[in-house]
């Protein structure tokens, strides 16, 4: 496999109860089927149930395994993760999600589940949209418990009237919940735990009510966070940096990183062209460490080409 060039994925689509096309409509992806609600795109995922593969066949796992150097750069040979670090996944809710919460590192392992810290960039937002973000002021751990009795939480949890282009950060142990009419690029740590802690009386796909984890919630949920807000994007174009991924939004041509580091770039409008590649809109690719300088340089196509720079921190 050559690494001089953007490495690309195909895409593995989630049917989901709350989910619907517009990764069809508005991104142009070819869905599956004509019919079932799309709610999740794991678009960048070194998971055993859902795993990246190249369209020649190179699973991420096996680039991760046995080329980090040439596609991950020097920086994360010394990375102690077994499997590439993050997942990348852009969603579709075109109802709302269930409120739940990812445990924290400190729990997890108590909890048997994995720690989750993501963010999300709203890529689209239809008018009215919300996202539910951490506690109203002064919410105790009891008002929490009188809630759930009486199928009130969403009444305890702070709301966001949410905006194209919004990001927020969601670290383990923040209670949350994406509201109808939003598509959403979500950067994550590589995990699949999450606890539902409300599911606003629905049943799923099969008729039946999905599976709740309140105890495992309320071990999990931080009742001291209340009120988060929006990121605010630095001047670098910096919207989220912390100790599991480097976030950045981009609209002008320049260089994806150095030669010897790797990026994703997940473009979020227009187009844009990278080593001879042509990325659109819903489009993610890897940019391997051992791309020159030269090669990985990024034009834009059109005037609202924008896209995310993604890095994983050594």
Request: charged fraction near 20%; aromatic fraction near 8%; glycine fraction near 8%.
């Amino acid at each position: 496999m050559k690494f001089n060039q953007p490495i690309r994925f195909t895409p593995i689509y989630q049917s989901r109860v709350w989910g619907g096309r517009r990764m069809e409509t508005l991104l142009g992806a070819t869905l599956p089927d004509a019919t079932t609600p799309f709610g999740e795109a794991w678009t960048v995922s070194d998971r055993p149930e859902a795993q990246s593969v190249t369209a020649d066949g190179v699973s991420l796992h096996e680039l991760w395994a046995s080329h980090r150097e040439a596609v991950f750069g020097k920086a994360l040979l010394a990375s102690p993760s077994p499997t590439f670090p993050l997942l990348m996944k852009i969603l579709d809710a075109c109802d709302d999600l269930s409120i739940q919460v990812h445990p924290p590192a400190n729990m997890a392992a108590a909890l048997k589940g994995e720690p989750k810290t993501e963010m999300w960039f709203i890529a689209h937002a239809e008018p009215g949209a919300k996202i539910y973000a951490g506690l109203k002021p002064g919410v105790t751990r009891a008002d929490f418990d009188k809630a759930l009795q009486n199928g009130a939480v969403a009444e305890v949890v702070h709301v966001i009237e949410a905006r194209t282009g919004d990001c927020l950060f969601i670290p383990s142990g923040r209670v949350h919940a994406i509201g109808a009419g939003l598509l959403i690029y979500e950067i994550q740590q590589n995990s699949d735990t999450t606890y539902r802690v409300f599911d606003w009386n629905r049943v799923g796909l099969d008729g039946k009510p999905r599976a709740l984890h309140v105890q495992e919630s309320l071990q999990s949920i931080d009742f001291a966070d209340f009120e988060p807000q929006v990121q605010q994007i630095a001047a670098d174009g910096t919207l989220v940096k912390c100790d599991f991924f480097d976030v950045r939004l981009c609209d002008k041509a320049g260089s994806a990183g150095e030669a010897g580091e790797c990026v994703t770039l997940a473009v979020v409008s227009g187009k844009i062209s990278v080593g001879g590649t042509i990325l659109k809109a819903g489009d993610f690719a890897l940019i391997p460490a051992a791309m020159d300088a030269k090669t990985r340089v990024v034009t834009p196509i059109d005037t609202t080409s924008q896209w995310l720079e993604i890095r994983v921190p050594a």
